[in-house]
């Protein structure tokens, strides 16, 4: 079994800043790359940003020069640091892998819960 428990919502003023982090844990072999999405209400789940095994970021154009991405291998966590919030950052937050259980396995993606981020005067 695996989980991803996404952490470090809230609500925030424009301009402010928030971390997200996301714990994988449960039967893993091996993990690849890592990403985090959004919706908001009445929209479509739209990418925000992915980091690869080898730790190479990609950003959407909307969040590119205000938003981080990173990971740390060891502990199977990808975060996700936002500054410069905006009301239209304003979603649900998830984050995914791909995730192999074993070597005979292909990977393939978990998701987790979602976290709300709220950027709001």
């Known amino acids: 079994q695996v989980q991803l428990v996404e952490s470090g919502g809230g609500l925030v003023q424009p301009g402010g800043s928030l971390r997200l982090s996301c714990a994988t844990s449960?039967?893993?072999?091996?993990?690849?790359?890592m990403g985090w999405y959004r919706q908001a209400p009445g929209e479509q789940r739209e990418l925000v940003a992915v980091?690869?095994?080898?730790?190479?970021?990609i950003y959407a154009d909307a969040v590119k020069g205000r938003f981080t991405i990173s990971r740390d291998n060891a502990k199977n966590t990808v975060y996700l640091q936002m500054s410069s919030l905006k009301p239209e950052d304003t979603a649900v937050y998830y984050c995914n892998a791909a995730i192999q259980t074993a070597p005979s396995l292909p990977a393939r993606w978990y998701w987790g819960q979602g976290t709300q981020v709220s950027v709001s005067s």
């Open positions: 449960g039967s893993i072999f091996s993990i690849g790359s």
């Open positions: 980091v690869t095994a080898g730790r190479i970021p």
